[in-house]
């Protein structure tokens, strides 16, 4: 399955939604005429990735991880498209802590078109053992990249209690932001905090 920009903007969404949404509420958050997000959900609901729950006269839709679709399509959701320019730069900085985090995601206005960002901020997913070596490599990338990184570090559990919070930090990077790595590590996590 080819998954859509609209597709994956609307996935990451209900992947960091703490309720049930409406297709009102799905077409705002995204970007999307009503009509658009309609035929996309409907769409997916036939692929078997979402599931529907009635609410009254509304439709309500959330994430079927009862459906072998559901992971690898919300893992391709994350995966960006070719990285370029500053963001293939950061990336390549970032790389040496690949071996002490689970997972990475770039995340506010780096990523964006804001021309003079004060500051890199990144989300990291690792595990509560791997800290200390954490904090040594991330001194050592520091010191390579111009920026300063303002990192958010999380354990996959810290990551689930978020999101069942609704905490914006974790919910702006799950929606909007680039995953270097770890997609099948925030899919995970994201499934758990559906349970």
């Known amino acids: 399955m080819i998954v859509t920009i609209n597709e994956k903007r ?6 960091s ?10 077409a705002k958050a995204c970007k999307l005429t009503p009509n658009g997000a309609h035929k996309l959900l409907v769409k997916m609901e036939k692929e078997g990735v979402l599931k529907v729950k009635p609410i009254a006269n509304l439709r309500a839709y959330q994430l079927d991880f009862d459906s072998e679709k559901t992971v690898p399509v919300l893992e391709l959701a994350f995966m960006p498209d070719a990285l370029e320019g500053r963001v293939k730069l950061r990336e390549e900085d970032l790389k040496q802590l690949r071996a002490v985090t689970n997972a990475c995601i770039l995340f506010g206005s780096y990523i964006t078109t804001k021309k003079e960002p004060g500051d890199l901020d990144v989300l990291f997913v690792l595990e509560r053992k791997h800290f200390e070596a954490y904090k040594k490599v991330l001194a050592k990338v520091q010191d390579i990249t111009p920026l300063k990184i303002q990192d958010v570090v999380q354990t996959a559990g810290d ?12 919910t702006e990077a799950i929606r909007n932001g680039i995953v270097l790595w770890g997609f099948d590590v925030l899919v995970r996590v994201i499934k758990n905090a559906s349970r």
């Open 17 to 26: 939604a703490g309720k049930d949404y409406s297709i009102n509420d799905i």
């Open 159 to 170: 990551i689930e209690q978020n999101l069942k919070k609704n905490d914006p930090i974790v």
């Open 10 to 15: 609307v996935l990451r969404f209900l992947a």
